[in-house]
């Protein structure tokens, strides 16, 4: 079966644009994805977790809004052991861990419409993330914008995004073209991620870092930090398959974004 979504990528080129139900692959890749995820040497244990949650820093009595948040077992943790309140993770796929701790609501809903899931009207946080689901926002700006609207006082997003070179050396060795070629195609492509479920077909709009930037600038938002997360050494040296992985495809990039002043 081969089920088709629109990672709609925000760019000057396609902002506003994309669309599809985004939530039938989600609802078939959502046990293979955490499945992958709670390895042992899964890249997001060894790498993007522990980055995300430096990034983070203190959540202790902070309100944490999850976009994407998968089973919300990432906001769950940051309430439990950061000691985060009043907070919120929304997934279009809906299999959520099984007793979330108080503080914690996991709700099903579509990021794209952040203000319209029921339970977040009239709500603001301290924390709004965007980890690795940034790509299934139909008009990215507007979601960002929505974020920014919904940030408390003080507040920052913490938005991850895979380093798109990474889709750019894929299909230039699928299609024997060069990497400047795949990476400046505005053409949509297909992609299947071995290791979550290589039966679902995802359709993925290609992004340069540029379109990136322009998306955050448009929203209103600069970049506090940005982070490339590599493998500790020891990590490196205990998983070199993993180490090989980040040095044929870099890794994910990190944005820590607050608003401009308006
Ligand atoms: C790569 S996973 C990342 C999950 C989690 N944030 C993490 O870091 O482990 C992408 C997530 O985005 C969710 N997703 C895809 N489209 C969505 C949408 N339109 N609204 C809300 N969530 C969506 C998927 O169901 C999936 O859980």
Redesign the pocket.
């Known amino acids: 079966m081969f089920v088709t ?1 629109y990672d709609s990528q925000a760019t000057a080129r396609s902002a506003g644009s994309g669309g599809g139900d ?2 039938r692959p ?1 609802t078939e ?2 046990s293979g ?1 955490e499945r992958a ?1 709670a390895k042992e040497d899964s890249l ?1 244990r060894l790498v ?1 977790w522990p980055a995300q949650r430096d990034l983070l820093g203190d959540v202790d009595g902070l309100s944490v809004l ?5 089973n919300g077992g ?1 906001v769950a943790e940051l309430v439990r052991q950061g000691g985060a309140v009043a907070s919120v993770g ?4 809906g299999s959520f861990i099984t007793a979330p701790p108080a503080g914690l609501e996991l709700i099903q ?4 419409n952040l203000a319209s899931v029921p339970g977040l009207a009239d709500r603001w946080f301290d924390r709004i993330v965007f ?3 940034f790509g ?2 139909k008009d990215p700006v507007g979601v960002l914008q929505t974020a920014r609207r919904m940030l408390a006082e003080g507040g920052f997003i913490l938005l991850t995004r895979t380093q798109p070179v990474r889709y750019a050396i894929e299909r230039a060795e699928q299609n024997g073209t060069s990497l400047g070629e795949e990476y400046f195609s505005t053409a949509s492509f297909s992609y299947r991620h071995q290791g979550w479920n290589e039966q679902i077909n995802l359709t993925k709009r290609p992004y340069t870092m540029s379109d990136l930037l322009n998306i955050f600038s448009a929203a209103g938002l600069w970049i506090e930090t940005a982070v490339e997360p590599q493998m500790p050494e020891e990590a490196r040296q205990r998983y070199p398959h993993k180490q090989a992985v980040l040095n044929k495809y870099l890794g994910i990039l990190m944005f820590k974004l607050r608003p401009l002043p308006s």
């Not at 809903?109 to 794209?112: A, K, R, Y």
């Open positions: 979504s985004s939530s989600w890749l959502a994805y995820r997001d993007e999850d976009a994407g948040c998968g990432k929304v997934d279009i796929g809903g579509d990021l794209s980890l690795q689901s299934y926002a």
